[in-house]
């Protein structure tokens, strides 16, 4: 149930994005080269450093070792697209910089999986690019389209717009109400560590884009594309391809406490909203 809903909860979210979003948005990219590449550097390069570091720093096991690896070289998909788009960050932004790092996964997971574990896999291209599709490039297409079609302030639009936060507390609910194992974990010192590097790398992509003096949409949305990561393909290759599910639990654990500080950035970014058309 949850492989079905939740691809099909996220393709809405991506749906709302496309219909909010101008196209002419994504045009600009073409002048913010140096955000983008920061943004991929950092989700590629920097978060295995920083798992890295964390090994050094906490005597971990070596099946939360290796989850937490798998965690920190999967980078954010459509979630953390969703995400900034309902914290009101530069949604072109995170969708350029989710499409890069998501195609680049199958040759930079397996390199630094095999530095970190020497472990040797091979993640399908086509899967990849499929997911890709099927979740984010189309529905946001169809977004756009409709939204260009409609209007983007147009009563139809805003009914949409509406929808998506609920659609993600859904979408958090699920993950949370399907995943027994997790409640079995949840008051742990495994937990308190995810939580603690989430965080961490929220805090990279922040002070990142601080001391490049990006805007505080784009901080919001550095923070977010770093910290936020895609813990469906961590669980996916710790069960199918290294044939390790009890490793799948430190993913699966991210995957639902990532939310914590997502929440917070929705909360904030929305207060922020509202105090800048309140003046």
């Known amino acids: 149930m949850l492989t079905v809903l939740l691809p099909i909860a996220l393709a809405w979210l991506m749906f709302c994005v496309g ?10 990219l073409g002048q913010e080269k140096v955000k983008i590449m920061l943004g991929v550097g950092l989700q590629i390069l920097a978060m295995p450093l920083l798992v890295w570091l964390f090994l050094q720093v906490f005597y971990l096991d070596n ?6 690896v798998l965690v920190a070289l999967s980078p954010g998909g459509a979630s953390s697209n969703s995400i900034t788009y309902l914290s009101r960050g530069n949604v072109p932004l995170s969708i350029m910089m989710t499409t890069i790092s998501s195609l680049l996964v199958p040759l930079t997971l397996p390199f630094f999986l095999s530095y970190f574990t020497h472990f040797e896999i091979a993640i399908p291209i086509e899967k990849t690019v499929l997911q890709l599709f099927v979740v984010t490039v189309l529905p946001l297409g169809l977004g756009l389209l409709l939204g260009h079609y409609w209007g983007r302030n147009s009563r139809w639009v805003n009914r949409f717009d509406k929808s998506a936060i609920w659609v993600f507390i859904f979408m958090v609910g699920l993950v949370v109400g399907m995943n027994e194992h997790f ?9 308190i560590l995810i939580l603690s590097f989430c965080v961490l790398a929220c805090g990279l992509g922040w002070l990142s884009a601080l001391l ?21 393909t961590a669980i ?12 799948a639990i430190i993913p699966l654990q991210y995957g639902v406490l990532m939310n914590i500080p997502a929440l917070c950035f929705i909360f904030l970014g929305r207060k922020r909203e509202q105090w800048v058309f309140s003046r």
């Open 19 to 28: 219909l909010k979003t101008e196209l002419s948005a994504f045009r600009k």
């Open 63 to 68: 099946v939360v070792a290796l989850g937490l």
């Open 183 to 191: 409640w079995e974990h949840i008051f742990t010192w495994n937990s």
């Open 212 to 232: 490049f003096n990006f805007t505080s949409r784009d901080q919001v949305t550095m923070s977010i594309e770093v910290g936020i990561q895609n813990a469906g």
């Open 236 to 247: 996916f290759v710790a069960m199918s391809l290294l044939e390790m599910p009890e490793s």
